[in-house]
C-alpha cells in the first residue's frame, strides 16, 4: 500500500480505513498482533486484516462487520488526525484544477499543516513531481514527516522546519506552482515568485478573512503577478429520501374525475411513484439537500506569474 499506487492486499506497516457505516470510519495502522477496538467488537489484525484484499468484509468478534478500505488523500482528509485546521476535498478539488498540477509538477506549498492538501498534491505529481512544503512548527514538520513515510510517499515529498515568510520555501526557479495558507500570506508572495520558474506558473492563497485576500491581491500585483482572481467555493450535498405525501381529499367529485388523479400505469412514472389509495398517500424519491451545510471555508485567490 501506498497512497500513490494501489495495492491489493493488506500488508503489515499499511494504514487503512476502517469503515462502519455512514460516515462513521477511522484509519488504523495495521501491525502483526495487534487488536482494534470496533463497536461491532475486536478485529485482530494478524487474522482478520493482514493477507486479506483490499475492500474485503470482516466480521468482528461481537458479530458485527466492517469494510476495509484502501487509504486515498480523500479518505485521509475525512480521518486524518487534526493537528491544524485542515483544507477540504471541495477547495481542494479546485485547486488542483486551478493551479494545473498534473504528473510532473513541482509544487511549493506553506504551511504543511495536517497534511491533508500535501497528500493530495503528492497523489496528483507522483510519480515525477515533487512537493516541498514548509511548516514552521517543528512538531507539525516531524509529524508530517512521519506520515509521508508510513504512507510510502517520503520520496515524493520534503518537509522543511522554517518561516516561509522570513526564508521562503529553500528552493528557486523550479516550482510550477506554489499554495500559502498562512495567516500572513502577503509576507510569502516574494518568495513564492522566486520559488516558480523564470518561465511562470500559478500561485494560489487561501484566506478564511477578506481583509487577508485585499493584503494578498496588492501584494501579488506589486510583484508583478496576473490574471489575479478570487473565488470562494460552496458545497450542497443531496440526501435520496422517500418522501410521502397526502392526497387532498377534494370530494367525491374529483374521485370520479380520472384526469386529475396520478396514472403509475404511465411508462414516465413507473418506477418514481407510488400510490396508496387506502392510507390517501403518495410516494416518491427525490434528492433532498441536508438541512444544514458547510458555508465559509476560506477565499481562493489565484494569479500567474508569466
Ligand atoms: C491552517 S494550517 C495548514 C493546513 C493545511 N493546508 C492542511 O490542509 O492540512 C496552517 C499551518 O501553517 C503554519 N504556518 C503559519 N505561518 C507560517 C509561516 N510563516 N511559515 C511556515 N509555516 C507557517 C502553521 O504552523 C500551521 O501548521
Not at 502483526?32 to 475492500?55: A, E, M, N, P, W
Not at 512544503?133 to 507539525?140: G, K, L
Not at 404511465?266 to 398517500?281: A, D, E, I, R, Y
Request: net charge negative; glycine share 10%.
Amino acid at each position: 500500500m501506498s497512497f500513490v499506487e494501489y495495492g491489493d492486499t493488506i500488508k503489515d506497516g499499511d494504514t487503512a480505513i476502517v469503515f462502519l457505516g455512514h460516515e462513521s470510519m477511522f484509519p488504523v495502522k495495521v501491525q502483526h498482533g495487534t487488536v482494534t477496538q470496533t463497536k461491532y467488537g475486536v478485529i485482530r489484525h494478524s487474522t482478520d486484516l493482514i493477507g486479506k484484499k483490499y475492500g474485503s468484509k470482516v466480521t468482528c468478534s461481537k458479530g458485527g462487520w466492517v469494510f476495509i478500505l484502501h487509504p486515498t488523500p480523500e479518505l485521509w482528509t475525512m480521518n486524518l488526525p487534526h493537528r491544524t485546521q485542515i483544507l477540504y476535498s471541495t477547495d481542494i478539488s479546485i485547486i488542483t484544477m486551478m493551479l494545473e498540477l498534473k504528473p510532473g509538477s513541482i509544487v511549493c506549498e506553506s504551511g504543511t499543516g495536517s497534511g491533508s492538501l500535501s497528500h493530495a498534491i503528492i497523489r496528483t505529481v507522483a510519480p515525477t513531481g515533487h512537493l516541498y512544503t514548509v511548516e514552521f512548527h517543528q512538531q507539525r514538520a516531524e509529524k508530517a514527516r512521519e506520515e509521508f513515510r508510513e504512507h510510502g510517499v517520503e520520496h515524493l515529498v520534503t518537509v522543511t522546519n522554517q518561516d516561509v515568510c522570513k526564508n521562503g520555501f529553500g528552493v528557486s526557479n523550479i516550482a510550477d506552482a506554489v499554495f500559502l495558507d498562512i495567516p500572513s500570506p502577503w509576507e510569502a508572495i516574494g518568495h513564492a515568485k522566486s520559488a516558480l520558474k523564470a518561465e511562470g506558473g500559478r500561485i494560489c492563497s487561501f484566506s478564511p478573512c477578506i481583509e487577508q485576500v485585499q493584503r494578498t491581491c496588492l501584494a501579488m500585483e506589486e510583484y508583478g503577478f496576473t490574471e489575479i482572481n478570487t473565488l470562494e467555493i460552496l458545497l450542497r450535498v443531496y440526501n435520496v429520501r422517500t418522501i410521502s405525501l397526502q392526497i387532498p381529499d377534494l370530494g367525491r367529485a374529483a374521485e370520479s374525475n380520472s384526469s386529475t388523479g396520478f396514472d403509475s400505469s404511465s411508462p414516465s412514472n413507473q418506477g418514481s411513484l407510488c400510490t396508496n389509495l387506502q392510507q390517501g398517500t403518495v410516494q416518491f424519491k427525490s434528492g433532498v439537500p441536508l438541512r444544514e451545510m458547510v458555508g465559509h471555508t476560506g477565499y481562493l485567490t489565484f494569479a500567474t506569474k508569466s
